[in-house]
């Protein structure tokens, strides 16, 4: 698999622990280390911020996508490698989407949830067959992941589509994914 660009979803929020921004530090580290792009949603504040100028201040190309009316609140990061502009929430999620090879959740909000949501339903439908990770920090996405199981349980869809996502407990964990990352082989999601 040849991966140029790493897409992070994750909080714009400041007023986190500082084990969410130590995380996202060291998986900015694990991009640089292996010479990938970041992707990530624009702003110069929270996790993306701090995950982007991780890697910004080690010279590797950072594309920040934001929609205009983020924008016009005056938090972008204005040191992205390349900073585009969208009309809107969608497109900047098919953008981001479209420049991407591997996703990675850390922790967030609803825009984070949506976000990584419609990446694993497209999975899912097979208009594509990227890695698409959570990045599990101090099991905050173990709720989740319950929620997941409640639906695999109650067979709102098939056991085969767990491996559209990996739950990984830190950064060795997504490097350890990826180096062994095979494509799943999806049937049709209404073939039983």
């Known amino acids: 698999m040849i991966i140029k660009n790493v897409c992070v979803f994750c909080s714009s929020s400041n007023h986190l622990d500082e084990i969410f921004f130590h995380q996202a530090e060291l998986l900015g580290k694990f991009i640089v280390s292996r010479k990938w792009g970041l992707v990530y949603g624009g702003t110069n504040i929270g996790l993306m911020g701090h995950i982007a100028n991780t890697v910004l201040e080690r010279n590797i190309n950072v594309i920040g996508v934001i929609p205009k009316h983020i924008q016009a609140k005056g938090i972008e990061n204005k040191d992205c490698t390349e900073l585009i502009i969208t009309d809107d929430l969608s497109t ?3 953008t981001m989407i479209n420049r991407s090879d591997v996703f990675v959740a850390l922790p ?46 109650n067979r709102f869809t098939s056991d085969r589509f767990r491996e559209l996502y990996y739950m990984a407990p830190d950064v060795n964990a997504i490097e350890k994914y990826l180096d062994n990352y095979m494509s799943p082989v999806l049937k049709n999601k209404w073939t039983v």
Do not use: A, C, W
């Open 108 to 153: 967030g909000g609803f825009g984070t949830l949506e976000e990584i949501m419609e990446v694993i339903t497209l999975k899912q439908l097979q208009i594509h067959s990227k890695p698409v990770i959570f990045l599990n920090t101090n099991n905050f996405y173990g709720p989740l992941q319950d929620f997941f199981e409640n639906i695999f349980r």
């Open 92 to 94: 900047r999620k098919n």
